[in-house]
């Protein structure tokens, strides 16, 4: 691996947030957490660098990615060739889970205060709706934050990098990825071009977050399998807009269709989203749009045409093609693949920017586990385990729903104008209220996601999914916490004890505490490396003296002695208030004050109604995963059917893949 010469690279390159703001210190000047300099020529600039992970791209996928490393203490660096966040709207939907991501970041309010709420979903045909959905309706009681928000990409990326530079570890804008190397000893360098000259940077990990023409994929060779649609999509952010609701819009005509988000309101009226297909006039059949590359007089005169929406004017217009593709490896050694660089898909479902952050999420929890000592190298594979079905999943339902509203076949035209118009009013009322409501709500939010937990890297065939094993821990909003959860934010909820991400042990309802206990022990090697507040904890005035890493979960070795005032700390790395109870005391069961760490155990009621009937036990990882489920022995139905729920979590829970 070649070493840039010194004095190349100069310690004060621009870092700022964004190109207006002032120069911060690079993430790479000599001292700074995320990198450390390797040694050069005596008195030189140093131009190589050494950190855990580097992350190239700094869109949603690439700063989530960042901030997940900064709430577990890792050293990371990200980098993005641009000089600061995208000032485009391009993406603009957050689906439920993924606001609850930011909630374990502490960035809940930032985001919720900036967003604007999409409560419900118009389908209809040419200018007439045929009924409404009540998103919020449906997922209320399966997740704080029901319905849909819509935030456009270029404010969550603002969100996230203010959020990193608040933590002292600012996006190294202007520094593009060119080259990679990967080294016998499992480690990864980079080169990349920064405004003085390359630099390099080793890293134990390297997270490709560089969108769907990803050089990084380019440099592996990973094949992006797939197809290009052979349309175009005209994309708008419209003022003054006529003729939408508040909600999210979606119409249908024998030759177009149209969606529409709410972006709140100004003082020139309405503001909205509109996207649609780019077809010339009289297309009558598949293939390229043959129009003008004049995309807004088109635009308007669709929208105006077939569905009586105009607009007074637009903040931004794009065209973009669709493309359906997976990369076929997610991961190749040190280096692992994640949002448009690893999957794209159209924008219909509005799943694109969310299915990134989550795979940030998962990928960057794995890593900090292997990090800490508390899983093995070989559980990385996780990752491409867990999120590379989802993509697939997600890539061949929009390509088949992107199909039946563009396709100019004669039964698709039919379906659109003739059946629709009768069908939709009547699935509209029925399926909001049966269960299948709250199924589809799931799939759209993402609440429903599931990773396979037991052994192997898939699900037998013939293997039931679990209800709670292998989801994302079920919301229960009035949990009736037994003592105070650390790093809790008011809420009430069972999610608070995941504003602190650690392997933790729910128990629910009074007889789950003897199996919770049991679990927590059991699992004892998960609590490894974990210690001290995290950002986003609230408590009144803390602070963390001496934390390498303002904010962070401090992980490992690097765990400071001091910790926040009036709060101690626990050996198992959990924080311990002066009104929480000691250790085998009813409540937060908070770890032993010297000796190995345990595991957290937090008790709740029982809650039947979300599939955690009392004496049920389970193990949630950091990313609110619910890893294992077993039941206290009990008698009575609701007993029986929590076995029958967890018999294959049972049997499952010597061969985690964690
Ligand atoms: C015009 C447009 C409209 C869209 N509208 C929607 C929509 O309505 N709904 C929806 O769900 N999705 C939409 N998308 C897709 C959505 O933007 C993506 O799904 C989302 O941005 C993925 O985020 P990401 O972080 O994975 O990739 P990106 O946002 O593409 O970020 C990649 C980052 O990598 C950086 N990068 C690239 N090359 C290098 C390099 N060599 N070195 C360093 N950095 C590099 C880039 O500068 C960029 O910041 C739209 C996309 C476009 C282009």
Partial sequence: MERVPAPAYAGGVPAATSPDSPAAASPLAPGSPPAAPLPGAPGARPTAFRTDVLVVGAGPTGLMAGAWCARLGLRAVVADAKPGPTR?????????RSIEVYRQLGLEEAVLARSVPARHVSPGIGRWRLGTVHLDRIGHGLT??????????????????????ALGRPVAWRHAFRALAQSPDGTVTATLEAPSGPVTLTARYLIAADGASSPVRHALGTPFEGTTSPFEFYVLDALGVRGVGDGIEVRFSAEHFMLCFPMGRDERGRRSRLLGILRAPDATAEGADAGTPDLEPRSRAALAGRFGITYADTAWSSRYRVHHRVA????????FLAGDAAHIHSPVGAQGMNTGLQDAQDLVCTIADVLAGRAAEGSLDRYEAERRPVALNLVRTTDRVFAAVTSLSPVARFVRSVLAPVVLPVALRVIPRSPAGGRVFGYISQTRIHYWMGPGRTRPAGQRRGRVLGRRLPWVPDAGHAGPVPGGDGRGDNHEALNLPVWQVHAYGPTAVPVARELAERHRDKAAGAAGPASGVRVPGAQVPGAQVPGALVLGERAPEARVPGVRASGAGVTEGPAMRDAGAPGVLVSRLSGPPDLPVHEFRAAPEQDLPDGTAVLVRPDGFVAEVVTAPASGAAAAKAAAETAPSRSAASSLRT
Wanted: proline share 5%; aromatic share 6%; hydrophobic share 50%.
């Fill in 144 to 165: 704080p934050f029901p319905g849909l928000h819509v935030l456009e990409q270029s404010a969550n990326e603002q969100i996230l990098a203010d959020h990193l530079a």
């Fill in 328 to 335: 076929a490896a997610f991961r190749s050694g040190a280096v």
């Fill in 88 to 96: 485009e709207s391009r993406a603009l939907a957050l689906q439920a």
